[in-house]
């Protein structure tokens, strides 16, 4: 067994410690985080307390399971970036009468979700079953 410096062992466990606190906010269990990546829970365990090195590919399929940038794991949270641009979309959308359910995901998790991703896929729908894309297009300076 290879000894660890205490540099790496402190990144393995803020690392770590950002993974579980990610997976608490998403309420999904360890199990389901394992399944996601394709790993067992018991190595979503040894990630979470800093036991094993989280490998960079590993965490980039954390970061999509946890539906957040990879730069969270490293203590760099855009989520207050990506709530403004929520609330502005969320704007736009009530502008162009998009159905109050999807108004209320995006208020409510437009931090967690990728903007291009919500931006996309909100666009192609609203209560009448109506592409507003080209509206939100058109729409989107006059938020700025």
Do not use: W
């Not at 094993?52 to 970061?63: K, N, V």
């Not at 409510?108 to 896929?121: C, F, I, K, P």
């Amino acid at each position: 067994m290879s000894r660890k410096s205490p540099d790496v062992k402190a990144e393995n466990a803020f690392i770590g410690a950002r993974i579980k606190a990610r997976r608490g906010e998403m309420r999904m269990s360890q199990k389901d985080l394992g399944a996601a990546i394709s790993v067992t829970f018991q190595q979503v365990q040894k990630y979470e307390s800093g036991q094993d090195r989280t490998p960079s590919m590993r965490l980039i399929q954390i970061a999509e399971a946890l539906r957040c940038d990879i730069g969270y794991f490293f203590g760099i949270d855009n989520r207050a970036r990506k709530g403004l641009i929520a609330a502005q979309l969320v704007i736009v959308l009530e502008s162009l009468g998009a159905h109050p359910d999807v108004v209320a995901i995006v208020g409510g998790y437009g931090d967690t979700l990728d903007d291009a991703e919500v931006a996309s896929q909100l666009a192609e729908y609203n209560a009448n079953g109506s592409v507003i894309k080209d509206d939100l297009v058109a729409n989107r300076n006059k938020v700025n």
